[in-house]
């Protein structure tokens, strides 16, 4: 599942994951001073030991948690660039590991999510939309009795849903 985090060799890299996963989880930790506690830490995992895909896929979760001033005249620029740098971890994560449950569901839910805020407002990508469909289906088959993997399927009906209905407007 999603909050089991797979094995590896580097007893220091699991340590750190494990801290790092803990605080994400940390509901009283804001997201911006989140991802600045984290990031080092998931960094230094991935330096210990390269192939660790749970350390890319926290950080890609981490990357997504980090939400500065919105008023800031390039926020969209550096949203955008935290969701590329964010997919490309994803791909890493599922390189070591094809089945990584976090890294699957997030490599669904990010191309959509990019789509529907850096996207063309009413105006989306039926084709992105169309994969996720068919991922998100193969995602649930895989994981059927995940919390995780239903609740990310549940985010995804409601963000189609908001895209389509955006469209019809």
């Given amino acids: 599942s999603a909050t089991q985090l797979s094995s590896t060799r580097n007893m220091e890299a699991y340590r750190i994951v494990q801290q790092a996963s803990a605080t994400i989880l940390n509901y009283r930790i804001s997201g911006a001073n989140k991802f600045n506690i984290v990031s080092p830490l998931l960094e230094k995992a991935i330096a210990l030991d390269s192939t660790y895909a749970d350390a890319y896929a926290l950080l890609a979760a981490a990357k997504l948690t980090r939400h500065e001033d919105e008023d800031a005249e390039d926020y969209f620029e550096r949203e955008e660039q935290e969701f590329n740098e964010a997919i490309l971890l994803v791909e890493k994560a599922l390189l070591h590991d094809p089945n990584h449950e976090l890294a699957k569901g997030l490599s669904i839910i990010l191309p ?25 289906d193969s995602f649930i088959a895989q994981f059927p009795d995940s919390p995780f993997a239903l609740s990310l399927n ?13 469209e019809s407007n």
Avoid: V, W
């Fill in 112 to 136: 959509l999510q990019q789509e529907f805020i850096f996207g063309s407002k009413g105006n989306y990508n039926l084709l992105t939309m169309r994969r996720a469909a068919i991922q998100m």
């Fill in 154 to 166: 549940a985010f995804y009906y409601l963000q189609s849903y908001l895209m389509l209905d955006n």
